[in-house]
């Protein structure tokens, strides 16, 4: 296969001074991406700032890359993607990655934890993401990589924050992918897990070792290629391996005998075990399949009620 290349094309990725960020940069440059490295610079809880995105600038250049630092916190959006125009004159991918965290139990989580967790990781991806939509928008041309979580879509203990707002980016996406499909713009959801400073003290020491960031970075590079065929789905990856998840829904029953019954408290638990019975379950795409499959699940009932009537 043709190497998949990335010359001509602007990217941002956020949260790159280290990490999972880092790798995607990294790979991206020397594929021929000019490269905005954001990086606040701060620690692991979001406190502080420093410039260590440079670092990251000076390794893509002596391998004779082209990347430029910036410094500001992603819920100042707009200033990033000014960063991009002002060097490079022009935007095509956004990789929103940044991310810190403020575990706690939920009894004693604060408003700040909260807050803070949902400025960086939802605020910040919104934020980015519309400064950069107009101009996506007029040149009918964007890729864009939300960052979510396992905590997120399975829920997590201590991360109730941390998971609202990682699934808070999945619905994000979902409406993005809508909203961009008629200008080639495409949102998808990378699910990472790997070794970084945010799971330095929750995956063992053998597993951490083995959980490279680059090897999921070629995954996210391919979801912000040209060439990537799809958008609104969410790629889990870790440790060379890649799946999709996606929502999937019983095909439910009936909560009453007749159309002319009542729906009461006693049918619903009569009816429960089928409800929640997801052996033929199965999924839907758009919004729109979503209340005309109910429709039609109705229209089913009210035929086969009538004509057992006429038994
Ligand atoms: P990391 O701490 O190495 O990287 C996150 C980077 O974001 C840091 O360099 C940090 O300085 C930067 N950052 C924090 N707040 C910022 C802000 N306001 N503006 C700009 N930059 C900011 O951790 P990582 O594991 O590489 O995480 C990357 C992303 O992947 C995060 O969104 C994280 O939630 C997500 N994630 C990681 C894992 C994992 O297993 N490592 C699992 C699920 C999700």
């Given at each position: 296969?043709?190497?998949?290349?990335?010359?001509?094309?602007?990217?941002?990725?956020?949260?790159?001074?280290?990490?999972?960020?880092?790798?995607?940069?990294?790979?991206?440059?020397?594929?021929?991406?000019?490269?905005?490295?954001?990086?606040?610079?701060?620690?692991?809880?979001?406190?502080?700032?420093?410039?260590?995105?440079?670092?990251?600038?000076?390794?893509?250049?002596?391998?004779?890359?082209?990347?430029?630092?910036?410094?500001?916190?992603?819920?100042?959006?707009?200033?990033?993607?000014?960063?991009?125009?002002?060097?490079?004159?022009?935007?095509?991918?956004?990789?929103?990655?940044?991310?810190?965290?403020?575990?706690?139990?939920?009894?004693?989580?604060?408003?700040?934890?909260?807050?803070?967790?949902?400025?960086?990781?939802?605020?910040?991806?919104?934020?980015?993401?519309?400064?950069?939509?107009?101009?996506?928008?007029?040149?009918?041309?964007?890729?864009?990589?939300?960052?979510?979580?396992n905590?997120g879509l399975f829920g997590n203990?201590?991360?109730?924050?941390?998971s609202?707002?990682?699934m808070?980016?999945v619905g994000?996406?979902n409406?993005?992918?809508?909203?961009?499909?008629?200008?080639?713009?495409?949102?998808?959801?990378?699910v990472?897990?790997?070794?970084?400073?945010?799971?330095?003290?929750?995956?063992?020491?053998?597993?951490?070792?083995?959980?490279?960031?680059?090897?999921?970075?070629?995954?996210?590079?391919?979801?912000?290629?040209?060439?990537?065929?799809?958008?609104g789905i969410i790629?889990d990856?870790?440790?060379?391996?890649?799946t999709k998840t996606h929502l999937v829904r019983s095909s439910g029953t009936p909560l009453r005998k007749k159309p002319t019954d009542l729906v009461t408290i006693e049918t619903v638990k009569e009816a429960w075990p089928q409800v929640v019975n997801m052996k033929n379950a199965y999924h839907l795409d758009k919004i729109a399949e979503v209340t005309v499959d109910l429709v039609e699940k109705l229209q089913d009932f009210e035929e086969q009620s009538r004509l057992d009537s006429?038994k």
């Amino acid at each position: 296969m043709d190497q998949l290349r990335f010359d001509g094309r602007v990217a941002i990725v956020t949260g790159a001074g280290g990490g999972l960020g880092k790798a995607y940069a990294l790979l991206l440059a020397s594929r021929g991406a000019k490269v905005v490295i954001n990086d606040l610079g701060g620690g692991r809880d979001g406190s502080g700032k420093s410039t260590f995105a440079d670092n990251v600038v000076q390794e893509i250049k002596s391998k004779g890359g082209i990347a430029v630092a910036d410094y500001h916190s992603v819920v100042e959006g707009e200033k990033i993607i000014k960063t991009a125009i002002d060097n490079f004159g022009r935007i095509d991918i956004l990789i929103n990655n940044a991310g810190i965290l403020r575990d706690k139990s939920f009894g004693k989580m604060t408003e700040q934890d909260w807050d803070l967790v949902h400025a960086v990781h939802l605020k910040g991806a919104f934020k980015t993401t519309q400064a950069a939509w107009e101009i996506f928008r007029k040149q009918k041309y964007g890729r864009v990589v939300m960052t979510s979580s396992n905590a997120g879509l399975f829920g997590n203990f201590g991360q109730a924050n941390y998971s609202a707002a990682k699934m808070g980016l999945v619905g994000l996406a979902n409406t993005l992918a809508i909203e961009g499909a008629k200008y080639n713009i495409k949102v998808n959801t990378i699910v990472p897990t790997a070794a970084s400073r945010l799971t330095e003290d929750i995956l063992p020491p053998e597993m951490f070792q083995a959980m490279k960031p680059d090897l999921i970075a070629p995954v996210v590079a391919y979801m912000v290629h040209e060439s990537f065929p799809d958008s609104g789905i969410i790629i889990d990856s870790t440790l060379g391996y890649a799946t999709k998840t996606h929502l999937v829904r019983s095909s439910g029953t009936p909560l009453r005998k007749k159309p002319t019954d009542l729906v009461t408290i006693e049918t619903v638990k009569e009816a429960w075990p089928q409800v929640v019975n997801m052996k033929n379950a199965y999924h839907l795409d758009k919004i729109a399949e979503v209340t005309v499959d109910l429709v039609e699940k109705l229209q089913d009932f009210e035929e086969q009620s009538r004509l057992d009537s006429e038994k």
